[in-house]
């Protein structure tokens, strides 16, 4: 007999026990593997002739996990850089791993006189299904 156990947005080491009628087997420790789905964001371009320094705010979007239907959360972020020339980039305020109300990320990045910046912020999110309430059992 197989199962499959879904990621369901909790704790992904888990304990499991199987009962069959009146039987029961001990306690066995699990550790489900996340489905990562990776988007881009839209390229933040920084050029100017004089050099500055700022800010990127970018607001996370998780995808609710309905009954009987996929969602997202959020699990990592990355900086990708396309170009960098006498600039710099870094992550200054991560959201936690696995939130569902997720605060922005925030990166801090500068750019010397004649540089030049161009990244993107790479989105990991675990896909999780949704569970139907109605089908939870306490048994």
Do not use: M
Not at 66 to 83: D, S, T, V, W
Not at 85 to 90: D, I, K, V, Y
Request: glycine share 6%; with cysteine; hydrophobic share 30%.
């Amino acid at each position: 007999l197989y199962t499959r156990i879904v990621d369901i947005g909790k704790n992904l080491n888990i304990n499991i026990l199987v009962k069959s009628g009146k039987q029961k087997s001990s306690y066995h420790s699990l550790k489900i593997q996340p489905d990562i789905i990776s988007t881009n964001s839209f390229p933040k371009k920084h050029n100017k002739l004089l050099g500055e320094k700022g800010i990127d705010i970018f607001n996370i979007k998780n995808q609710t996990a309905l009954c009987k239907q996929n969602g997202e959360l959020f699990h990592h972020a990355e900086i990708i850089f396309i170009r960098r020339q006498f600039a710099g980039a870094n992550i200054i305020d991560y959201p936690k791993k696995n939130c569902q109300q997720c605060k922005s990320l925030k990166v801090k990045w500068y750019n010397e006189p004649t540089g030049e910046l161009i990244y993107k912020i790479r989105f990991n999110k675990r896909k999780i299904s949704g569970i139907c309430q109605s089908l939870i059992t306490n048994s």
